[in-house]
């Protein structure tokens, strides 16, 4: 059996007396596209800096690619890299001008950069100043500037807070993309439709600890209400639940008098289940 890509046991992270990650564990698989999703202050960004050497845990341990990201950080470094959630790119020089300045802090050859110019749909605005750039080129850059040393595991961090929804939608395009080359990716968020479409695999966090962890589809199939949309002949709409005996006797009444135009099943989102888990919609 594969080692994991990441692998978190009994991880903690204490502030005083608060505990902002309180006892996770998971595992990562190489390839894998993996979410962890929550309120904001629910931990998901400190368990992000815990992973990437940024701070300390209070206790537990975490591996990525084998190696201890305590006491092994330096054999790590080279193998990840991470998006922040907060743009921290130099506005003043152009497109290009940062990644290559990115390049060299990691010797890299130059002409990576023109590589992930190119990955990024970037080329043609590689030379124009960054203070010219859409908050969506911004991100993608990010992206690019994230992938310079060619990382084994992606961390980014609420990659589109603030992007509208057709930059939203090239972000999730290009870490699809990376994910089917074999890149693991570690994915913050509160959007629950992108972890659905996205995610192999999410964790509800909820005041620093997980309270769900699986496939999307399998914790919609498990938490989530399975109901249908009747569209009836005198354009009334009504939803019934389909484990529900009552609402199965409504549907053979309206079926037999022929009161039915159309029927559509609907699974019960992520959302609906996150409110269910943890007590609040995001």
Not at 73 to 89: A, G, Q, S
Not at 95 to 118: I, M, Q
Not at 204 to 209: A, K
Request: charged share 30%.
């Amino acid at each position: 059996m594969s080692v994991p890509m990441i692998e978190v046991e009994h991880l903690v992270k204490q502030y005083g007396d608060v505990h902002a990650v309180n006892d996770i564990s998971f595992t990562v698989a190489e390839g894998e596209i993996f979410g962890l999703l929550g309120h904001n202050g629910a931990g998901k960004t400190t368990t992000i800096r815990m992973l990437t050497g940024r701070t300390l845990p209070t206790s537990g341990s975490a591996r990525i690619a084998g190696y201890d990201v305590v006491s092994q950080l330096d054999l790590i470094k080279p193998l990840i890299n991470l998006v922040f959630e907060e743009p921290n790119l130099y506005e003043r020089l152009s497109g290009r001008e940062n990644l290559r300045f990115f390049a060299e802090l990691y010797d890299v050859d130059a002409k990576r950069v023109d590589e992930l110019l190119r990955m990024v749909d970037l080329t043609e605005a590689a030379d124009r100043k960054l203070k010219t750039y859409s908050s969506g080129m911004k991100q993608r850059l990010l992206v690019a500037r994230a992938l310079v040393n060619d990382p084994r595991v992606l961390f980014l961090d609420e990659p589109t807070r603030g992007l509208d929804p057709a930059s939203a939608r090239e972000l999730r395009d290009l870490v699809a993309g990376l994910s089917d080359k074999g890149t693991t990716v570690f994915i913050t968020t509160h959007y629950m439709e992108e972890a659905d479409e996205l995610c192999d695999r999410v964790a509800f966090l909820s005041h620093g600890e997980i309270v769900a962890l699986n496939a999307p589809r399998e914790l919609k199939l498990r938490y989530g209400q399975r109901t249908a949309l009747v569209l009836l002949r005198d354009r009334r709409e009504e939803t019934i639940r389909l484990d529900n005996p009552a609402d199965a006797v409504r549907l053979e009444q309206w079926m037999e008098q022929d009161d039915v135009l159309t029927l559509h099943s609907q699974e019960g989102t992520l959302e609906d289940v996150f409110i269910e888990l943890a007590g609040r919609p995001l």
